[in-house]
């Protein structure tokens, strides 16, 4: 696996980068064996969390190939509780701030499986989507939705607008977290954009991650951790201007913001000066504040492992629920390696294999009930809340749910507990 060391921020180019969030490497994750020994020594790279000390992004520099990094991945938006709903959602308002007239173009970066073009396909829009995850893009054809198997570059944008003419909307949700040169990223939107287009992204923000301690947000697609203030001007470089934000409660906090080409006629609204006032509040451009989330992640740490050591000391047995793709993170960097015995997940792609890291294998969610582990803890930890209220049997008969983010805590059959 090919891994390079950027010296440079993302988005400004500066060499006054620094190291806020020292982690330990961990696996590819969404990357499942068969066989538990190849699984168990498969290689970890860094993921360190680095600061501009000038523009005050947040960011990973350490970068995997993007071309082997996608090979193996097994992440369905369609299959993810709550996203097809999140996405109906948010293209329905793509489509009133837009006005755009039904037969328009809509473009979609990192596509995935097609959930997000769906909604806009069926209100009579022209879709396409691009994504290098192949068995991802293969759904979405499989599913009626024209998909590009490739990473964005700027010939295929250009390529995009001769042969489809040019997009009234372009969508890039989570994978404007995910693109190292993120400047031929939006260098390629302003390339498919028409005069009076919307770009529309969405990604996790950094707020959200600091406030809850988000440290399963941390591995290595997440290169990027935005906040409005370095967005505003990395845009205006790129032709392109943010006119609207909102935060969003999806994967415990999220960023979407709408962009226009610079020189738009659409006015910038409140919300971009209200969250730049928020950021400005809360230091989240100044190192010390970042350093202060490090400081945050090793107590959770400390917290987290001492109660899983104690828990083994005694006997217990230790599960974990979904085979997730923040899984490599929270158990390796929580100090959990070689304390969960099994996975319980039903991903057609994951049972019956290992995982990457400690090579647990991953079981089928019956066997919850069937195997009555003393504690599960819950690596799906964006839908900690949804696992609970659906496994009540599992806590009525004594068993207990570990939650990790953005604190630890025990719950059972009479509550939750802090760590």
């Known amino acids: 696996m090919t891994v390079t060391k950027r010296q440079t921020c993302r988005l400004c180019d500066s060499k006054n980068v620094e190291r806020v969030v020292e982690l330990?490497?961990?696996?590819?994750?969404?990357?499942?064996s068969h066989d538990?020994?190849?699984?168990?020594?498969?290689a970890r790279y860094p993921v360190d969390v680095y600061m501009c000390g000038d523009c005050g992004h947040v960011q990973q520099t350490d970068i995997i190939d993007p071309k082997t990094l996608w090979d193996s991945y097994t992440y369905y938006s369609g299959d993810a509780k709550g996203m097809p709903e999140h996405f109906q959602n948010v293209a329905a308002k793509a489509m009133r701030a837009s006005s755009a007239p039904q037969g328009s173009l809509v473009v979609d970066i990192g596509s995935n499986d097609g959930s997000l073009l769906k909604p806009f396909k069926q209100a009579g829009y022209r879709v396409l989507g691009i994504d290098p995850a192949t068995d991802a893009a293969q759904r979405a054809n499989d599913a009626g939705i024209p998909t590009i198997t490739s990473l964005m570059t700027r010939d295929l944008a250009k390529r995009i607008r001769e042969e489809h003419g040019p997009a009234h909307i372009v969508c890039a949700f989570n994978v404007f977290a995910h693109a190292d040169d993120l400047g031929e990223m939006v260098d390629c939107?302003?390339?498919?954009?028409a005069p009076d287009g919307l770009f529309f992204f969405e990604a996790q923000y950094l707020l959200d991650i600091v406030d809850g301690v988000l440290i399963a947000t941390l591995f290595h697609e997440h290169l990027s951790h935005h906040s409005v203030k370095?967005?505003?001007?990395?845009l205006d470089r790129h032709g392109l201007e943010l006119i609207a934000v909102e935060r969003a409660p999806i994967?415990?906090?999220?960023?979407?913001?709408?962009?226009?080409?610079?020189?738009?006629?659409?006015?910038?609204?409140?919300?971009?000066k209200q969250l730049v006032a928020l950021?400005?509040?809360r230091k989240l451009d100044q190192l010390e504040t970042l350093h202060a989330f490090g400081s945050k992640v090793k107590q959770l740490r400390a917290r987290t492992a001492e109660l899983a050591a104690k828990l083994k000391a005694d006997g217990k047995t230790i599960a974990g629920y979904g085979a997730a793709r923040s899984g490599p993170t929270l158990m390796i960097q929580l100090g959990l390696t070689g304390k969960i015995d099994y996975i319980v997940d039903d991903h057609p792609q994951k049972v019956g294999r290992h995982e990457s890291g400690d090579g647990i294998l991953v079981v089928p969610t019956a066997e919850l009930l069937k195997r009555m582990p003393d504690y599960t803890i819950i690596l799906a930890w964006v839908h900690s809340k949804k696992i609970i209220e659906t496994n009540q049997d599992y806590l009525q008969k004594g068993g207990h749910f570990i939650v990790l983010c953005p604190e630890t805590r025990v719950v059972g059959k009479d509550g939750d507990v802090k760590v």
Do not use: C, W
Not at 36 to 42: E, G, L, T
């Open 251 to 272: 994967q415990h906090g999220s960023l979407l913001g709408t962009v226009q080409l610079k020189g738009g006629s659409r006015p910038v609204e409140d919300s971009v």
């Open 230 to 234: 370095p967005l505003i001007k990395f």
């Open 36 to 42: 538990r020994n190849v699984a168990a020594n498969a």
């Open 189 to 193: 939107v302003r390339t498919m954009l």
């Open 24 to 32: 330990s490497p961990i696996p590819l994750s969404e990357n499942y």
């Open 279 to 281: 950021e400005d509040e």
